[in-house]
């Protein structure tokens, strides 16, 4: 089992920053992939950021590329995920999530039936 814990979300001005953290317990955190994803009212759940088991890969959704940033700890058992230049678009509920199975194919992390574990979600709401 492991246990998933969003916090730092919150309300902020366009062209803010908000720094997410995911805290896990369980399982060894240091062998598995991690994601956020998100889900705005009245739309599917999309694909934020990923970050290999290592911490040397990651990807970015399009829409975020160039201003979140998606970082892990392994001694504190931690996944990050800065937001910076946040737009109204980007108000959402982030969840992270595990991948703990192991991963397959080359675009896994956009794929959410990768990931075993959620977390329980954090709101971020970013006004104009």
């Known amino acids: 089992q492991v246990q998933l814990v969003e916090s730092g979300g919150g309300l902020v001005q366009a062209g803010g920053s908000l720094r997410l953290s995911c805290a896990t317990s369980g399982r060894t955190f240091s062998s598995y992939a991690m994601g956020w994803f998100r889900q705005a009212p009245g739309k599917e759940r999309e694909f934020v950021a990923a970050?290999?088991?290592?911490?040397?890969?990651?990807y970015y959704a399009d829409s975020v590329k160039g201003r979140f940033t998606i970082s892990r700890d392994n001694a504190k058992n931690t996944v990050y995920l800065q937001m910076n230049s946040l737009e109204p678009e980007d108000t959402a509920v982030y969840y992270c999530?595990?991948?703990?199975?192991?991963?397959?194919?080359?675009?896994?992390?956009?794929?959410?039936?990768?990931?075993?574990?959620w977390g329980q979600g954090t709101q971020v709401t970013v006004s104009s």
């Open positions: 999530a595990a991948a703990t199975a192991g991963v397959y194919g080359s675009t896994w992390y956009r794929d959410g039936r990768q990931y075993d574990y």
């Open positions: 970050i290999s088991w290592s911490g040397v890969s990651t």
